[in-house]
């Protein structure tokens, strides 16, 4: 069975801070990893890594695949209230998405 | 989200009754699933469609079936709700098998079920 487990849970950070999410995965058929933040409502897509090493990044998020020991991190620098959200990873493996169970991440003024 | 609706957004119902999700796409995708979200679990499978009347169970499936009639109509059902079942659903399309190109997944935009 596919499993995606995240880490930490949860996370309370001050604006300013960096902060690093941690995603390992067992996926059979692995075809990429998504990173989506979801602030109550549905998940919005943030990043797709097919590749190792390659880092991808968007403003102050940024993110890299370790296709070798199964994992991905997500950083956020310079942390800002608008980023306290849920922030899930997905691995797409035969024909589905399986997520973890999400880092909550709550960012004080 | 554009394309992709789902009803009712919310719904209280009393525990033995059946209930039908419904979740309408209108990008023409192929496959369409259906997942729960629910505190310290992130999102789960419950079925998904590969095609008109070819559906295959998730994850956590058992107590809820799933139609598919027509290529933008995906039905969940819940056969005789119980308290567990108490969640947010969410309905997801997407073009490919393979993830392909376009991020994944479209989500709608989920709803909210009590039961009591």
């Known amino acids: 069975e596919d499993k995606v487990v995240q880490s930490p849970l949860s996370l309370v950070v001050h604006e300013g801070d960096t902060v690093t999410l941690n995603c390992s995965y067992e996926?059979?058929?692995?075809?990429?990893l998504l990173w989506y933040k979801q602030e109550k409502k549905a998940p919005t897509f943030l990043f797709m890594l097919?590749?190792?090493?390659i880092e991808k990044k968007s403003g102050r998020l940024s993110s890299i695949l370790d296709k070798k020991e199964l994992f991905s991190i997500l950083n956020i620098t310079a942390t800002q209230t608008g980023d306290s959200a849920v922030y899930l990873c997905?691995?797409?493996?035969?024909?589905?998405?399986?997520f973890g169970q999400g880092t909550i991440l709550t960012v004080h003024p | 989200d554009a394309g992709i609706t789902q009803s009712p957004r919310h719904k209280v119902t009393e525990t033995g009754t059946p209930v039908t999700l419904r979740c309408h796409q209108t990008?023409?995708?192929?496959?369409m699933y259906w997942y729960r979200q629910d505190p310290g679990h992130g999102l789960r499978l419950i079925h998904y469609?590969?095609?008109?009347?070819?559906?295959d169970k998730g994850e956590v499936s058992d107590g809820y079936s799933v139609s598919r009639s027509k290529t933008e109509d995906f039905l969940l059902t819940l056969e005789s709700a119980t308290s567990s079942q108490t969640s947010v659903y969410f309905c997801?399309?997407?073009?490919?098998?393979?993830?392909?190109?376009?991020?994944?997944?479209?989500f709608g935009s989920g709803t909210r079920l009590t039961v009591v």
């Open positions: 469609s590969y095609g008109v009347k070819d559906t």
């Open positions: 997905a691995v797409w493996g035969y024909g589905k998405l399986t």
């Open positions: 996926v059979t058929n692995f075809r990429s």
């Open positions: 990008e023409n995708h192929r496959y």
């Open positions: 097919t590749s190792s090493g």
């Open positions: 997801a399309i997407s073009e490919s098998w393979a993830g392909g190109p376009n991020y994944g997944y479209t």
